[in-house]
Protein backbone atom coordinates (compact mmCIF):
# COMPACT_ATOMS: atom_id res chain seq x y z
CA UNK A 1 0.00 0.00 0.00
CA UNK A 2 1.35 2.93 -0.92
CA UNK A 3 1.83 6.28 1.88
CA UNK A 4 -1.29 8.37 0.33
CA UNK A 5 -3.41 5.21 1.19
CA UNK A 6 -1.88 3.86 4.37
CA UNK A 7 -2.69 7.73 5.93
CA UNK A 8 -6.59 7.58 4.30
CA UNK A 9 -6.54 4.01 5.96
CA UNK A 10 -5.36 5.50 9.15
CA UNK A 11 -7.96 8.25 9.13
CA UNK A 12 -10.78 5.71 7.97
CA UNK A 13 -9.87 3.47 11.52
CA UNK A 14 -9.98 6.64 13.07
CA UNK A 15 -13.79 7.49 11.60
CA UNK A 16 -14.97 3.83 12.76
CA UNK A 17 -13.74 4.22 15.85
CA UNK A 18 -16.05 7.38 16.71
CA UNK A 19 -13.70 9.50 18.08
CA UNK A 20 -14.45 12.43 15.79
CA UNK A 21 -17.85 12.26 16.71
CA UNK A 22 -18.47 13.99 20.39
CA UNK A 23 -19.25 17.68 20.68
CA UNK A 24 -16.32 18.15 23.10
CA UNK A 25 -13.86 16.23 20.52
CA UNK A 26 -15.03 18.50 17.65
CA UNK A 27 -14.50 21.91 19.77
CA UNK A 28 -11.37 20.82 21.35
CA UNK A 29 -10.37 20.78 17.34
CA UNK A 30 -10.95 23.64 16.76
CA UNK A 31 -9.99 25.57 19.61
CA UNK A 32 -6.71 24.03 18.70
CA UNK A 33 -6.88 25.74 15.26
CA UNK A 34 -7.09 28.81 16.88
CA UNK A 35 -4.29 28.47 19.04
CA UNK A 36 -2.37 27.23 15.69
CA UNK A 37 -3.21 31.19 14.58
CA UNK A 38 -2.19 32.83 17.48
CA UNK A 39 0.75 31.21 18.06
CA UNK A 40 2.41 31.49 14.72
CA UNK A 41 1.07 34.21 13.25
CA UNK A 42 4.64 35.80 12.52
CA UNK A 43 5.02 32.98 10.38
CA UNK A 44 2.21 32.84 9.05
CA UNK A 45 2.86 36.77 7.63
CA UNK A 46 6.51 35.48 6.90
CA UNK A 47 5.04 32.18 4.62
CA UNK A 48 2.55 34.63 3.15
CA UNK A 49 5.61 37.07 2.17
CA UNK A 50 7.35 34.13 0.20
CA UNK A 51 5.24 33.05 -1.20
CA UNK A 52 2.94 36.44 -2.91
CA UNK A 53 4.77 39.06 -1.58
CA UNK A 54 1.28 39.92 0.68
CA UNK A 55 1.58 43.13 2.76
CA UNK A 56 0.56 42.22 6.49
CA UNK A 57 -2.71 43.96 6.27
CA UNK A 58 -3.79 41.72 3.70
CA UNK A 59 -2.33 38.28 5.77
CA UNK A 60 -4.32 39.58 8.61
CA UNK A 61 -7.74 40.65 7.07
CA UNK A 62 -7.66 38.08 4.39
CA UNK A 63 -6.18 34.68 5.93
CA UNK A 64 -6.02 35.10 9.80
CA UNK A 65 -8.93 37.14 10.75
CA UNK A 66 -11.47 35.88 8.62
CA UNK A 67 -10.07 31.96 9.78
CA UNK A 68 -10.43 33.49 13.49
CA UNK A 69 -13.88 34.92 12.83
CA UNK A 70 -15.19 31.54 11.57
CA UNK A 71 -14.14 29.53 14.18
CA UNK A 72 -15.42 31.82 16.82
CA UNK A 73 -18.79 31.11 14.85
CA UNK A 74 -18.17 27.79 14.43
CA UNK A 75 -17.22 27.10 18.53
CA UNK A 76 -20.75 29.22 19.61
CA UNK A 77 -22.86 27.59 17.12
CA UNK A 78 -21.75 24.20 17.08
CA UNK A 79 -24.26 22.62 19.56
CA UNK A 80 -26.94 23.68 17.98
CA UNK A 81 -26.14 23.17 14.30
CA UNK A 82 -25.50 19.32 15.79
CA UNK A 83 -29.09 18.91 17.60
CA UNK A 84 -31.78 17.12 16.06
CA UNK A 85 -33.98 19.20 13.79
CA UNK A 86 -37.85 18.19 14.10
CA UNK A 87 -40.07 18.45 11.35
CA UNK A 88 -43.97 18.72 11.55
CA UNK A 89 -46.01 15.60 11.65
CA UNK A 90 -49.40 14.52 10.17
CA UNK A 91 -51.88 12.30 12.16
CA UNK A 92 -50.30 9.52 10.46
CA UNK A 93 -47.24 10.39 12.37
CA UNK A 94 -48.48 11.90 15.43
CA UNK A 95 -47.13 9.42 17.77
CA UNK A 96 -43.32 8.84 16.26
CA UNK A 97 -40.40 11.15 16.65
CA UNK A 98 -39.46 12.92 12.95
CA UNK A 99 -36.13 14.74 12.55
CA UNK A 100 -33.56 15.52 10.73
CA UNK A 101 -30.04 14.28 12.11
CA UNK A 102 -26.61 15.77 10.79
CA UNK A 103 -23.98 13.21 10.57
CA UNK A 104 -20.49 13.76 9.15
CA UNK A 105 -19.53 11.86 5.74
CA UNK A 106 -16.80 10.15 7.10
CA UNK A 107 -13.52 10.74 5.38
CA UNK A 108 -12.99 14.22 3.47
CA UNK A 109 -10.34 15.44 0.90
CA UNK A 110 -9.76 19.50 0.37
CA UNK A 111 -8.10 20.50 -2.37
CA UNK A 112 -7.00 24.47 -1.72
CA UNK A 113 -5.57 27.32 -4.05
CA UNK A 114 -2.42 29.49 -4.05
CA UNK A 115 -4.38 32.37 -4.24
CA UNK A 116 -5.35 32.59 -0.27
CA UNK A 117 -3.28 29.39 0.54
CA UNK A 118 -4.08 29.20 4.34
CA UNK A 119 -7.67 30.11 4.00
CA UNK A 120 -8.39 28.09 1.32
CA UNK A 121 -7.15 24.99 3.47
CA UNK A 122 -8.94 25.95 7.17
CA UNK A 123 -11.83 27.52 6.01
CA UNK A 124 -13.48 24.13 4.85
CA UNK A 125 -11.32 22.37 7.68
CA UNK A 126 -13.40 24.28 9.93
CA UNK A 127 -16.60 22.74 8.35
CA UNK A 128 -15.60 19.57 8.35
CA UNK A 129 -14.30 19.14 11.86
CA UNK A 130 -17.67 20.97 12.87
CA UNK A 131 -19.60 18.40 11.13
CA UNK A 132 -17.63 15.61 12.95
CA UNK A 133 -15.67 14.29 9.92
CA UNK A 134 -11.92 12.98 9.35
CA UNK A 135 -9.99 14.87 6.60
CA UNK A 136 -7.35 14.52 4.79
CA UNK A 137 -6.08 18.60 3.42
CA UNK A 138 -4.31 18.58 -0.05
CA UNK A 139 -2.33 22.58 0.29
CA UNK A 140 -1.61 24.16 -3.05
CA UNK A 141 1.97 23.35 -3.79
CA UNK A 142 1.91 26.57 -6.04
CA UNK A 143 2.43 28.70 -2.46
CA UNK A 144 5.02 26.50 -1.03
CA UNK A 145 5.98 28.44 2.18
CA UNK A 146 2.53 28.09 3.35
CA UNK A 147 2.09 24.49 1.95
CA UNK A 148 4.93 23.75 4.06
CA UNK A 149 3.66 25.47 7.36
CA UNK A 150 0.34 23.71 6.94
CA UNK A 151 2.42 20.19 6.85
CA UNK A 152 4.46 21.33 9.27
CA UNK A 153 1.42 23.21 11.51
CA UNK A 154 -1.68 20.73 11.37
CA UNK A 155 -0.48 17.61 12.74
CA UNK A 156 1.43 19.60 15.16
CA UNK A 157 -1.89 21.09 16.79
CA UNK A 158 -4.54 18.88 15.62
CA UNK A 159 -5.40 15.28 16.38
CA UNK A 160 -3.11 13.66 13.73
CA UNK A 161 -5.63 10.29 14.35
CA UNK A 162 -8.24 12.43 12.26
CA UNK A 163 -7.06 14.98 10.10
CA UNK A 164 -3.65 14.78 7.69
CA UNK A 165 -2.19 16.75 5.41
CA UNK A 166 -0.68 15.53 1.69
CA UNK A 167 1.36 17.66 -0.17
CA UNK A 168 2.64 17.26 -3.89
CA UNK A 169 1.55 18.31 -7.42
CA UNK A 170 -0.49 17.28 -10.19
CA UNK A 171 0.86 13.85 -10.55
CA UNK A 172 0.09 13.48 -6.43
CA UNK A 173 -2.81 14.74 -6.79
CA UNK A 174 -4.24 12.55 -8.96
CA UNK A 175 -2.56 9.62 -7.59
CA UNK A 176 -5.14 10.92 -4.60
CA UNK A 177 -8.05 11.34 -6.48
CA UNK A 178 -7.64 7.42 -6.99
CA UNK A 179 -8.13 6.71 -3.54
CA UNK A 180 -11.88 6.67 -2.20
CA UNK A 181 -13.02 9.65 -0.33
CA UNK A 182 -16.87 9.89 1.43
CA UNK A 183 -16.27 14.07 0.22
CA UNK A 184 -13.73 16.22 -2.18
CA UNK A 185 -13.73 19.89 -1.45
CA UNK A 186 -11.86 21.55 -4.52
CA UNK A 187 -11.12 25.26 -4.93
CA UNK A 188 -9.41 25.80 -7.85
CA UNK A 189 -9.69 26.36 -11.68
CA UNK A 190 -12.79 24.97 -13.66
CA UNK A 191 -10.54 23.23 -16.45
CA UNK A 192 -8.78 21.10 -13.61
CA UNK A 193 -12.08 20.74 -11.94
CA UNK A 194 -13.45 19.03 -14.98
CA UNK A 195 -10.52 16.60 -13.75
CA UNK A 196 -11.80 16.36 -10.21
CA UNK A 197 -15.45 15.65 -11.06
CA UNK A 198 -13.81 12.67 -13.23
CA UNK A 199 -12.09 11.09 -10.39
CA UNK A 200 -15.14 11.55 -8.50
CA UNK A 201 -17.10 9.88 -10.74
CA UNK A 202 -15.32 6.45 -10.18
CA UNK A 203 -16.40 6.24 -6.76
CA UNK A 204 -19.43 8.23 -6.60
CA UNK A 205 -18.10 10.45 -4.30
CA UNK A 206 -19.99 13.71 -3.71
CA UNK A 207 -18.04 17.18 -4.66
CA UNK A 208 -18.18 20.79 -3.41
CA UNK A 209 -16.10 22.59 -6.97
CA UNK A 210 -15.53 26.53 -5.24
CA UNK A 211 -14.20 27.75 -8.76
CA UNK A 212 -13.46 31.31 -10.08
CA UNK A 213 -14.81 33.18 -13.54
CA UNK A 214 -15.12 36.29 -14.43
CA UNK A 215 -17.03 38.37 -11.57
CA UNK A 216 -18.94 41.63 -13.13
CA UNK A 217 -18.77 45.05 -11.57
CA UNK A 218 -22.23 47.13 -12.92
CA UNK A 219 -21.79 51.01 -12.38
CA UNK A 220 -25.25 52.54 -13.59
CA UNK A 221 -27.44 55.78 -12.16
CA UNK A 222 -26.20 58.21 -9.50
CA UNK A 223 -23.68 58.11 -7.50
CA UNK A 224 -19.83 59.47 -5.49
CA UNK A 225 -17.67 58.43 -8.33
CA UNK A 226 -14.80 58.70 -5.79
CA UNK A 227 -15.83 56.70 -3.71
CA UNK A 228 -17.07 54.09 -5.73
CA UNK A 229 -13.28 54.53 -7.04
CA UNK A 230 -12.02 53.45 -4.10
CA UNK A 231 -13.91 50.63 -3.31
CA UNK A 232 -13.33 49.36 -6.76
CA UNK A 233 -9.77 49.63 -6.97
CA UNK A 234 -9.76 47.95 -3.09
CA UNK A 235 -11.10 44.88 -3.97
CA UNK A 236 -9.72 44.97 -7.88
CA UNK A 237 -5.95 45.59 -6.49
CA UNK A 238 -6.14 43.58 -3.43
CA UNK A 239 -3.65 40.57 -3.86
CA UNK A 240 -2.73 42.16 -6.89
CA UNK A 241 -6.26 41.09 -8.24
CA UNK A 242 -5.48 37.30 -7.91
CA UNK A 243 -8.64 36.82 -5.59
CA UNK A 244 -11.54 34.87 -7.16
CA UNK A 245 -14.06 37.40 -6.23
CA UNK A 246 -12.33 40.16 -7.25
CA UNK A 247 -14.25 42.40 -9.57
CA UNK A 248 -12.76 40.98 -13.18
CA UNK A 249 -14.29 44.03 -15.18
CA UNK A 250 -16.67 47.34 -15.39
CA UNK A 251 -19.80 48.08 -17.14
CA UNK A 252 -20.63 51.22 -17.14
CA UNK A 253 -21.68 53.99 -19.73
CA UNK A 254 -18.96 56.07 -21.94
CA UNK A 255 -20.27 59.49 -19.40
CA UNK A 256 -19.56 57.72 -16.26
CA UNK A 257 -16.37 55.88 -17.58
CA UNK A 258 -14.92 59.67 -18.13
CA UNK A 259 -15.64 60.44 -14.55
CA UNK A 260 -14.32 57.00 -13.12
CA UNK A 261 -10.95 56.59 -14.92
CA UNK A 262 -9.60 59.85 -13.56
CA UNK A 263 -10.92 59.41 -10.00
CA UNK A 264 -9.64 55.16 -10.34
CA UNK A 265 -6.30 57.22 -11.39
CA UNK A 266 -6.26 59.51 -8.11
CA UNK A 267 -7.15 56.54 -6.11
CA UNK A 268 -3.86 54.13 -6.96
CA UNK A 269 -1.90 57.18 -6.30
CA UNK A 270 -3.20 57.66 -2.92
CA UNK A 271 -3.04 53.57 -2.00
CA UNK A 272 0.15 53.13 -3.97
CA UNK A 273 2.06 56.41 -4.73
CA UNK A 274 3.00 57.21 -8.03
CA UNK A 275 5.41 54.29 -8.03
CA UNK A 276 3.11 51.48 -6.74
CA UNK A 277 6.52 49.07 -7.73
CA UNK A 278 7.85 50.19 -4.55
CA UNK A 279 4.83 50.10 -2.96
CA UNK A 280 5.00 47.34 0.45
CA UNK A 281 1.16 47.66 0.05
CA UNK A 282 1.65 46.20 -3.36
CA UNK A 283 1.68 42.25 -3.12
CA UNK A 284 3.24 40.27 -6.29
CA UNK A 285 2.26 37.79 -8.69
CA UNK A 286 2.39 34.33 -7.50
CA UNK A 287 4.94 32.75 -10.46
CA UNK A 288 6.79 34.38 -13.65
CA UNK A 289 4.44 31.59 -15.51
CA UNK A 290 1.49 33.62 -14.12
CA UNK A 291 3.16 37.27 -15.05
CA UNK A 292 3.80 35.98 -18.43
CA UNK A 293 -0.27 34.49 -18.96
CA UNK A 294 -1.55 38.51 -17.60
CA UNK A 295 1.44 40.25 -20.50
CA UNK A 296 0.25 37.85 -23.35
CA UNK A 297 -3.49 39.14 -22.25
CA UNK A 298 -2.34 43.05 -21.89
CA UNK A 299 -0.35 42.76 -25.38
CA UNK A 300 -3.19 40.86 -27.48
CA UNK A 301 -5.93 43.06 -26.42
CA UNK A 302 -7.17 45.57 -28.58
CA UNK A 303 -7.88 47.94 -25.41
CA UNK A 304 -6.14 51.23 -24.60
CA UNK A 305 -4.54 51.20 -21.87
CA UNK A 306 -4.99 54.51 -19.14
CA UNK A 307 -3.73 53.92 -15.95
CA UNK A 308 -0.64 51.80 -15.64
CA UNK A 309 0.90 49.04 -18.11
CA UNK A 310 4.23 48.92 -16.53
CA UNK A 311 5.58 45.20 -15.81
CA UNK A 312 8.67 43.93 -14.24
CA UNK A 313 9.40 40.26 -15.15
CA UNK A 314 12.21 39.47 -12.09
CA UNK A 315 9.67 41.08 -9.88
CA UNK A 316 6.36 39.51 -10.66
CA UNK A 317 5.37 42.74 -11.00
CA UNK A 318 2.26 44.68 -13.16
CA UNK A 319 1.46 47.63 -12.26
CA UNK A 320 -2.21 48.59 -11.09
CA UNK A 321 -3.65 48.81 -14.99
CA UNK A 322 -7.01 49.95 -15.98
CA UNK A 323 -7.48 49.55 -20.27
CA UNK A 324 -10.48 50.94 -22.33
CA UNK A 325 -12.32 50.94 -25.38
CA UNK A 326 -12.22 47.11 -24.59
CA UNK A 327 -14.81 45.13 -26.93
CA UNK A 328 -16.39 41.79 -25.69
CA UNK A 329 -14.52 39.70 -28.03
CA UNK A 330 -11.20 41.12 -26.62
CA UNK A 331 -8.22 39.01 -25.53
CA UNK A 332 -9.31 40.46 -21.77
CA UNK A 333 -12.48 39.27 -22.25
CA UNK A 334 -11.96 35.74 -22.77
CA UNK A 335 -10.66 33.98 -19.19
CA UNK A 336 -11.01 34.92 -15.94
CA UNK A 337 -8.24 37.92 -15.49
CA UNK A 338 -6.91 37.01 -11.87
CA UNK A 339 -4.53 39.72 -11.67
CA UNK A 340 -4.21 43.54 -11.92
CA UNK A 341 -5.68 44.27 -15.13
CA UNK A 342 -9.52 46.28 -14.89
CA UNK A 343 -10.35 46.34 -18.62
CA UNK A 344 -13.63 49.23 -18.67
CA UNK A 345 -16.12 48.14 -21.20
CA UNK A 346 -19.15 50.67 -22.00
CA UNK A 347 -22.30 49.73 -22.41
CA UNK A 348 -25.00 52.67 -22.09
CA UNK A 349 -28.11 51.55 -20.57
CA UNK A 350 -28.51 49.13 -17.45
CA UNK A 351 -30.60 46.62 -19.27
CA UNK A 352 -27.78 46.01 -21.72
CA UNK A 353 -25.27 45.32 -19.02
CA UNK A 354 -28.00 42.75 -17.43
CA UNK A 355 -28.00 41.46 -21.16
CA UNK A 356 -24.31 41.75 -21.19
CA UNK A 357 -23.86 39.77 -17.83
CA UNK A 358 -26.61 37.07 -18.65
CA UNK A 359 -24.95 35.84 -21.99
CA UNK A 360 -22.29 34.77 -20.16
CA UNK A 361 -20.91 32.19 -17.42
CA UNK A 362 -22.77 32.74 -14.19
CA UNK A 363 -20.06 34.56 -12.32
CA UNK A 364 -18.51 33.55 -8.83
CA UNK A 365 -19.92 37.17 -7.47
CA UNK A 366 -21.53 39.72 -9.35
CA UNK A 367 -21.14 44.09 -8.17
CA UNK A 368 -23.53 46.85 -8.60
CA UNK A 369 -22.44 49.97 -7.23
CA UNK A 370 -25.46 52.76 -7.54
CA UNK A 371 -27.10 55.19 -5.13
CA UNK A 372 -30.41 54.02 -7.00
CA UNK A 373 -32.00 51.58 -5.04
CA UNK A 374 -34.15 50.56 -7.88
CA UNK A 375 -31.21 50.14 -9.99
CA UNK A 376 -29.32 47.41 -7.37
CA UNK A 377 -33.11 45.97 -6.83
CA UNK A 378 -32.90 45.35 -11.28
CA UNK A 379 -29.49 43.77 -11.22
CA UNK A 380 -30.49 41.92 -8.14
CA UNK A 381 -33.86 40.34 -9.65
CA UNK A 382 -32.66 39.85 -13.37
CA UNK A 383 -28.99 38.18 -12.76
CA UNK A 384 -27.78 35.23 -10.92
CA UNK A 385 -24.42 34.69 -9.62
CA UNK A 386 -22.94 32.95 -6.62
CA UNK A 387 -23.16 35.86 -4.50
CA UNK A 388 -24.08 39.12 -5.03
CA UNK A 389 -22.82 42.71 -3.25
CA UNK A 390 -24.11 46.54 -4.18
CA UNK A 391 -21.46 49.05 -3.82
CA UNK A 392 -18.56 47.34 -2.75
CA UNK A 393 -16.31 44.80 -3.53
CA UNK A 394 -15.51 41.23 -1.67
CA UNK A 395 -16.79 41.89 1.61
CA UNK A 396 -19.72 39.83 1.43
CA UNK A 397 -17.79 37.04 1.63
CA UNK A 398 -16.60 37.96 5.11
CA UNK A 399 -19.32 37.41 6.91
CA UNK A 400 -20.45 33.93 8.39
CA UNK A 401 -23.79 34.28 8.03
CA UNK A 402 -23.63 34.11 4.05
CA UNK A 403 -23.40 31.07 2.38
CA UNK A 404 -20.40 31.46 -0.37
CA UNK A 405 -19.77 29.20 -3.11
CA UNK A 406 -20.27 29.71 -7.10
CA UNK A 407 -22.86 28.22 -9.17
CA UNK A 408 -22.51 26.88 -12.93
CA UNK A 409 -19.35 27.40 -14.01
CA UNK A 410 -17.82 28.94 -10.71
CA UNK A 411 -18.60 26.29 -8.73
CA UNK A 412 -21.57 23.96 -6.62
CA UNK A 413 -22.20 23.85 -3.48
CA UNK A 414 -21.20 26.25 -0.92
CA UNK A 415 -19.62 26.72 2.86
CA UNK A 416 -18.76 29.46 5.33
CA UNK A 417 -20.52 29.42 8.89
CA UNK A 418 -23.45 26.72 8.98
CA UNK A 419 -23.36 26.50 5.35
CA UNK A 420 -19.87 24.74 5.46
CA UNK A 421 -21.45 22.42 8.56
CA UNK A 422 -24.01 21.48 6.35
CA UNK A 423 -21.72 21.11 3.01
CA UNK A 424 -19.83 18.53 5.35
CA UNK A 425 -23.28 16.75 7.21
CA UNK A 426 -25.39 14.00 5.64
CA UNK A 427 -28.60 15.14 7.02
CA UNK A 428 -30.78 11.54 7.74
CA UNK A 429 -34.03 11.81 7.53
CA UNK A 430 -35.18 9.46 10.88
CA UNK A 431 -39.03 8.43 12.28
CA UNK A 432 -38.58 6.70 15.55
CA UNK A 433 -41.71 4.89 15.56
CA UNK A 434 -42.85 2.79 18.50
CA UNK A 435 -45.59 -0.11 18.46
CA UNK A 436 -48.83 1.76 19.26
CA UNK A 437 -51.93 2.32 16.73
CA UNK A 438 -51.18 -0.75 15.46
CA UNK A 439 -55.03 -1.33 14.63
CA UNK A 440 -54.76 1.86 12.57
CA UNK A 441 -52.26 -0.04 10.43
CA UNK A 442 -54.84 -2.71 9.46
CA UNK A 443 -55.62 0.30 6.38
CA UNK A 444 -52.79 -0.33 4.85
CA UNK A 445 -52.33 -4.01 5.04
CA UNK A 446 -53.35 -6.34 2.16
CA UNK A 447 -55.40 -7.69 0.77
CA UNK A 448 -56.40 -4.74 -0.43
CA UNK A 449 -60.39 -2.87 -0.38
CA UNK A 450 -61.90 -0.29 -1.37
CA UNK A 451 -61.80 0.97 2.24
CA UNK A 452 -58.17 0.71 1.89
CA UNK A 453 -58.44 3.90 0.07
CA UNK A 454 -59.55 5.80 3.17
CA UNK A 455 -55.79 5.48 4.36
P1 LIG B 1 -5.71 24.98 -10.00
O1 LIG B 1 -7.00 24.41 -10.47
O2 LIG B 1 -4.58 25.01 -10.95
O3 LIG B 1 -5.17 24.18 -8.72
C1 LIG B 1 -5.97 23.93 -7.59
C2 LIG B 1 -5.51 22.66 -6.89
O4 LIG B 1 -5.65 21.57 -7.78
C3 LIG B 1 -4.05 22.68 -6.45
O5 LIG B 1 -3.97 22.15 -5.14
C4 LIG B 1 -3.36 21.80 -7.45
O6 LIG B 1 -2.27 21.08 -6.89
C5 LIG B 1 -4.43 20.83 -7.88
N1 LIG B 1 -4.29 20.39 -9.28
C6 LIG B 1 -3.78 21.11 -10.31
N2 LIG B 1 -3.84 20.38 -11.45
C7 LIG B 1 -4.38 19.19 -11.14
C8 LIG B 1 -4.73 18.03 -11.88
N3 LIG B 1 -4.49 17.92 -13.18
N4 LIG B 1 -5.31 17.00 -11.21
C9 LIG B 1 -5.56 17.08 -9.89
N5 LIG B 1 -5.25 18.17 -9.14
C10 LIG B 1 -4.69 19.21 -9.74
O7 LIG B 1 -6.10 26.44 -9.45
P2 LIG B 1 -5.14 27.54 -8.86
O8 LIG B 1 -4.34 28.11 -9.97
O9 LIG B 1 -4.48 27.06 -7.65
O10 LIG B 1 -6.22 28.64 -8.38
C11 LIG B 1 -6.74 29.61 -9.23
C12 LIG B 1 -8.18 29.34 -9.55
O11 LIG B 1 -8.91 29.07 -8.38
C13 LIG B 1 -8.85 30.57 -10.15
O12 LIG B 1 -9.71 30.17 -11.19
C14 LIG B 1 -9.66 31.13 -9.00
O13 LIG B 1 -10.77 31.90 -9.36
C15 LIG B 1 -10.07 29.88 -8.30
N6 LIG B 1 -10.37 30.15 -6.90
C16 LIG B 1 -11.64 29.99 -6.48
C17 LIG B 1 -11.97 30.28 -5.15
C18 LIG B 1 -13.36 30.12 -4.63
O14 LIG B 1 -13.51 30.16 -3.42
N7 LIG B 1 -14.36 29.96 -5.45
C19 LIG B 1 -10.97 30.71 -4.29
C20 LIG B 1 -9.68 30.85 -4.76
C21 LIG B 1 -9.39 30.56 -6.07
Known sequence: MDAQSEVVKRLRESFRSGVSLPENFRRTQLEAMVALLRENEQRVLDAMHQDLAKPKFE?????????????????????????????????????????????????????????YPLQLILLPLIGAISAGNCAVVKPSEVSPATEKLLAELIPKYLSPACYAVLCGGVEETKKLLEIKFDHIFFTGSQSVARKILQAAAVHLTPVTLELGGKCPCLIYGDLDVQAAAKRLA?????????????PDYVLCSQKMREALVPALRKTLETFYSSCPQKSPDMARLISQRHWARLCDMLQRSKGTVVIGGETAEEEKYIAPTVVVDVKETD????????????????????????????????????????????????VLERTSSGGFCSNDGMVHMCLPGLPFGGMGASGMGNYHGRWGFETFSHRRGCMLRGWALERINVLRYPPYTESNLGW
Open 59 to 115: VVLSEIDIVMNELRFAISNLKTWMMPEYVGKNLATKMDDCFVRREPLGVVLIIGAWN
Open 234 to 246: WAKFFNVGQSCVA
Open 331 to 378: SLMVDEIFGPILPIITIETLGEAINFVNAREKPLALYIFSDDSEVVTA
